[in-house]
Nanobody
Framework: QVSLVESGGGVVRAGGSLRLSCAAS????????IGWFRQAPGKEREGVSC????????YYADSVKGRFTISRDNAKNTVYLQMNSLQPEDTAVYYC??????????????????WGQGTQVTVSS
């Protein structure tokens, strides 16, 4: 059974950091690009960052560039999202997904086949 499980969410003050993890089971992450999306209440799901399967190249949305870092550990079948300098506008449910990653054009939800259940990130001011 294919699944992705996110962890690492929580409540943090503005300026703080969190590291999200996305662990895969039932398939090997090596063959998939992995993306992180987020969805705030009343807003559409937006792509935050993705990492390719081939050469590890990455994409970041402008809103998180310079603050978030995506990485993958294929040996652990896990992808991470290190989030620094968090701001209240980063508050959302964060999802990881397996699919494709275009480091130039960005990422869209329809390009992803498998999704985790999400983890809540809340940043207080």
């Amino acid at each position: 059974q294919v699944s992705l499980v996110e962890s690492g969410g929580g409540v943090v003050r503005a300026g703080g950091s969190l590291r999200l993890s996305c662990a895969a089971s039932g398939f090997t992450l090596d063959y998939y690009a992995i993306g992180w999306f987020r969805q705030a209440p009343g807003k559409e799901r937006e792509g935050v960052s993705c990492i390719s399967s081939s050469d590890g190249s990455t994409y970041y949305a402008d809103s998180v560039k310079g603050r978030f870092t995506i990485s993958r550990d294929n040996a652990k079948n896990t992808v991470y999202l290190q989030m620094n300098s968090l701001q209240p506008e980063d508050t959302a449910v964060y999802y990881c997904a397996a699919g494709s990653c275009d480091v130039v054009a960005g990422m869209e939800p329809y390009e992803y086949d498998y999704w985790g259940q999400g983890t809540q990130v809340t940043v207080s001011s």
